[in-house]
């Protein structure tokens, strides 16, 4: 299988002190074509240019290629790559956190952040740059130069910034000093340090918008104030936005009961959070459990 494959050579070092990175060449790989989604996390980053048709489902979203797009996969998300015909081409990069740690925390670059990053589509000229870049990463991965590992990291970054680069240009995300912008970006920091839920004994603590409040040292109005002014959603809507997404993915991959999830998600009686998910998705969770896994 794809992934046995490439969780094969992520057992050891590249000698290059910690860390690990292994690039493929998609035309190598055997590709399993019209897979029922199974979604999973691995313990590895993923960078993959792709030209072909596919559709990649992302936590509880999914997006359509058709083309070449850059797509970005973390351990925290699962996702599931399902591809729709057997010509593609392109390149995977796969990386361990520790060997990119010399630029800093990976989580804190938007690229590996957030669910609305993880498929960039690219046109000709763009894809062109890209291929370019992965070649030579291939190129030297497979090369006997004495410090390759170092040139690799380089030309990593330089892929993760071109693709920053491409978002902020077209305003998918915007940082800013002011000190709105830096409460909105602590507030989803902090929400998103409770997730993904992978233990029935995990359960989230801060799951109510005066608990954001206090751990943030603001008032519940101002925070509300301030999401509203910088995301257009309200501290509840934020907060129950994320607490479904996990919902949905763990009753469509684990056989965990609807107590069990409800207790993981912060819910003290089951029928609150029944309650909830059947007002979000007009259905009762064992019936989308039922219907994702019929």
């Not at 990175?21 to 980053?45: C, G, Q, S, T, V």
Request: aromatic share 14%; with cysteine; hydrophobic share 35%.
């Amino acid at each position: 299988m794809l992934y046995e494959q490439i969780d094969a050579t992520i057992g050891g070092s590249n000698d290059y002190h910690t860390g690990h990175i292994n690039i493929f060449n998609l035309e190598d790989l055997h590709l399993p074509k019209n897979r029922k989604p199974n979604y999973a996390r691995r313990n590895f980053y993923k960078i993959t240019l792709i030209t072909g048709q596919n559709r990649i489902h992302y936590a509880d979203q999914y997006k359509d290629i058709n083309g070449t797009a850059l797509v970005f996969t973390n351990p925290n998300i699962h996702y599931f790559w399902e591809i729709m015909n057997e010509k593609q081409s392109g390149y995977m990069c796969i990386f361990t956190e520790p060997f990119f740690t010399r630029f800093g925390n990976i989580k804190d670059y938007p690229a590996f952040q957030s669910v609305d990053f993880a498929v960039l589509l690219l046109d000709e000229t763009e894809a062109e740059i890209y291929y370019n870049l992965f070649s030579k990463m291939y190129e030297d991965l497979h090369s006997d130069y004495a410090y390759k590992y170092d040139l690799l990291n380089h030309r990593l970054m330089e892929i993760i910034h071109e693709a920053q680069k491409k978002h902020s240009s077209s305003k998918a995300f915007i940082t800013s000093a002011n000190a709105a912008q830096r409460l909105t970006d602590n507030f989803k920091s902090l929400l998103e340090s409770q997730f993904p839920i992978d233990f029935n004994y995990q359960i989230i603590s801060i799951n109510s918008a005066s608990a954001f409040a206090k751990q943030l040292n603001v008032h519940t109005n101002h925070l509300n104030k301030v999401l509203i002014s910088i995301t257009g959603r309200t501290t509840t809507q934020w907060i129950h936005e994320r607490i479904l997404q996990e919902a949905k993915v763990l009753l469509k991959t684990t056989n965990w009961t609807v107590a069990e999830i409800a207790y993981s998600l912060g819910y003290n009686e089951p029928n609150q959070f029944s309650a909830f998910f059947k007002s979000k998705m007009n259905v009762n969770a064992t019936k989308f459990r039922k219907s994702f896994n019929d």
